[in-house]
């Protein structure tokens, strides 16, 4: 049982302080239509309905995304539109923070996670856990041979980086195309191996793969909600 002005502003339905005022203009009730007007009731939030809705995600929210083109994976309004615009304003409220496992770059489009579980954030982003992330890339010119024994050798060193990748999956699909499979998270990571070791620039980057998880039927700019159990060991 919890307070129920905590619950809606936890959710991102109003600030405590507007808790009041929105339990005045929203019928928020019981299945039953047992109305409450008291923000400080305790309350069971699987019992709480907003104007005949369920609550929102009330034990928190893991969701695929399809990010587009374009789109940068920041909360700040000064670097652009962003992939929060394309999800539920309330969810920018939400406390926990909703944010990406991981980012995507603003010309990268595939598949993007994004949770208010931060230990699960913690858990996908470590290099330890081996996540493997998928990537089909385009690159400028003819991809030379050799690659695959390059990123599987572990040695590859990227300028300013202390360490070297750890081993990576590489199939070309084409003079100029290739998937690279990386367990890692660095910055501009595969644009970054793909001019350390092919001499390419990288013009289309989509992620294909999170783990076991696709996108499926997803297209750019939609996004679903999956089972927070999604990544339980
Ligand atoms: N590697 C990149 O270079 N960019 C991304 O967006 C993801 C991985």
């Known amino acids: 049982m919890r307070r129920l002005d905590q619950i809606l502003a936890n959710l991102g339905y109003c600030s405590r302080r507007e808790a009041r005022a929105f339990l005045k203009a ?124 390059v990123f599987a050798a572990g040695t590859l060193q990227l300028e300013g980086e202390e360490t070297p990748c750890l081993p990576a999956r590489y199939e070309a699909c084409g003079p100029r195309e290739a998937v690279l499979t990386v367990t890692e998270g660095r910055y501009h990571q595969v644009r970054r191996m793909f001019a350390a070791a092919g001499r390419c620039t990288v013009l289309s980057l989509h992620r294909e793969q999170f783990g076991d998880l696709t996108l499926g039927s997803l297209g750019p700019g939609q996004w679903k909600l999956l089972p927070l159990t999604t990544f339980s060991p």
């Open 26 to 149: 929203h019928t928020v009730a019981t299945a039953e239509d047992e109305r409450w007007f008291d923000p400080s009731e305790k309350v069971d939030p699987a019992s709480v309905y907003v104007d005949g809705e369920p609550l929102d995600q009330p034990d928190g929210l893991l969701v695929m995304l399809h990010k587009p083109l374009g789109l940068v994976c920041s909360h700040d309004p000064r670097e652009g539109s962003s992939v929060y615009d394309v999800l539920p304003p309330r969810w920018r409220d939400r406390n926990p923070i909703v944010t990406s496992i991981g980012r995507l770059d603003k010309e990268t489009s595939g598949l993007l996670l994004l949770t208010d579980q931060s230990a699960l954030v913690h858990r996908l982003t470590s290099p330890r856990h081996h996540v493997p992330k998928r990537y089909r890339a385009i690159v400028d010119r003819d991809l030379p041979p050799g690659l695959e024994a």
